[in-house]
């Protein structure tokens, strides 16, 4: 049974966390608060019973634009301000006003320079875990296709890119520099989060289409084209690391507890891709209705796990133990038992000043799972 990345942040985490971005906290002093909370979370974790353990994204604004405050050339700016930037700022006005996540308070990353990778992405976060921990760590990093499709934007990232395949190269160059250090530092999983896939073949433009997730502003191309190029990229970025330690996360949105708002479709158009890829464990959206139906991943390889949301995080209410049983034993039964992981839907915090639950719900959430896990087991 595995978490997602995030975790709800306390209060005074998100004080210290604003007063970072914003200039008016030091770096030593943020990690010495932001170290405190991972190990509320981490704690939380191991109370719940969770064979791998995450940091809750503590250090993150959010799940995808944190990269902007660790790379060289890059820079965290507010959504509001790239409204000149856009094709049709009427149309992005309205798109913002519809999420849930105050646009005011909702931060992208943009690419000014050629990118660098003079410090971690992620690596620190996986360090300090383990100096307060002995369980194995998963991290997340945010995958290579979201973050040409976040970063790159025309009129801004053109000063020193030519085009979005100009980017990815770097992009992919960075991942691989990080995954290579993750894994030498004895990360049990990592996983690449792309949870905009779905959008490609399911998003519409004016119904959260360009700003699923606040990522996704740039324009895409069609369907077949969007999904050649996202396996291209994920397949240079995962070439020649241990399969069995890495995993791609998709979902359909994380941004609101509002289900009637989220993308819908089920993971057929999707299969191609997870089948081209090196990774062994896929860590999917599963609970809510609106990914579709499990048979729908029956055309997955044969060596990849399937890490099944058992639980829909946002919905605060407890399930039966036995209805989460029966969610993984109908997986168990399309795909085997040692090939089936449990977890929740998503992550529990995607953006740090909107949490989906309260980390009360997501500890007693991730305790359900194991109670089923251990069921299952025996």
């Known amino acids: 049974m595995i978490p997602h990345g995030s975790w709800p942040r306390p209060r005074w985490l998100l004080d210290a966390l604003h007063h970072h971005l914003e200039g008016r906290m030091?770096?030593?002093?943020?990690?010495?608060v932001a170290d405190d909370a991972v190990r509320l979370a981490v704690a939380a974790q191991e109370r719940a019973g969770v064979d791998l353990v995450v940091d809750g994204e503590m250090r993150r604004d959010n799940y995808s634009s944190f990269v902007a405050g660790r790379l060289q050339n890059t820079q965290l700016i507010p959504i509001t301000d790239l409204l000149p930037y856009v094709d049709d700022p009427d149309e992005f006005a309205r798109e913002l006003s519809a999420l849930d996540v105050p646009a005011s308070e909702v931060r992208h990353p943009a690419v000014f320079g050629p990118l660098g990778r003079d410090k971690p992405l992620a690596a620190h976060e996986?360090?300090?875990?383990?100096?307060?921990?002995?369980?194995?760590?998963k991290v997340c990093l945010l995958g290579p296709y979201l973050q040409t499709r976040t970063m790159w934007m025309e009129c801004i990232s053109d000063r020193a890119y030519e085009d979005r395949e100009s980017l990815a190269r770097d992009i992919v160059r960075v991942l691989r520099e990080e995954i290579a250090d993750l894994l030498a530092r004895g990360t049990a999983l990592v996983q690449l989060d792309e949870p905009v896939l779905s959008e490609v073949v399911y998003g519409e433009v004016g119904t959260g289409g360009r700003t699923f997730m606040c990522g996704a502003l740039g324009e895409k191309k069609g369907v077949d084209e969007e999904l050649a190029f996202a396996t291209e990229l994920l397949q240079e970025t995962v070439a020649g690391f241990p399969p069995e330690r890495l995993a791609l996360h998709v979902c359909r949105g994380n941004w609101t507890p509002d289900e009637s708002a989220a993308l819908s479709g089920d993971y057929r158009p999707l299969v191609p891709v997870f089948n081209s890829v090196g990774v062994q464990n896929l860590i999917l959206e599963l609970c809510t209705p609106r990914a579709g139906e499990l048979e729908a991943l029956t055309g997955i390889r044969d060596d990849q796990r399937l890490g099944v949301g058992v639980i829909n995080q946002k919905v605060a209410k407890l399930d039966p133990v036995d209805e989460v049983v029966g969610r993984a034993e109908r997986a168990i039964d399309l795909f085997g038992y040692e090939r089936v992981l449990l977890s929740p839907d998503c992550g529990f915090a995607t953006f740090a000043d909107n949490p989906i639950t309260p980390a009360k719900v997501a500890e007693a959430q991730l305790g359900l799972i194991a109670q089923a896990r251990d069921r299952l087991r025996r």
């Open 26 to 32: 030091g770096e030593e002093e943020f990690e010495e």
């Open 126 to 137: 996986v360090a300090f875990v383990q100096s307060i921990s002995d369980t194995p760590v």
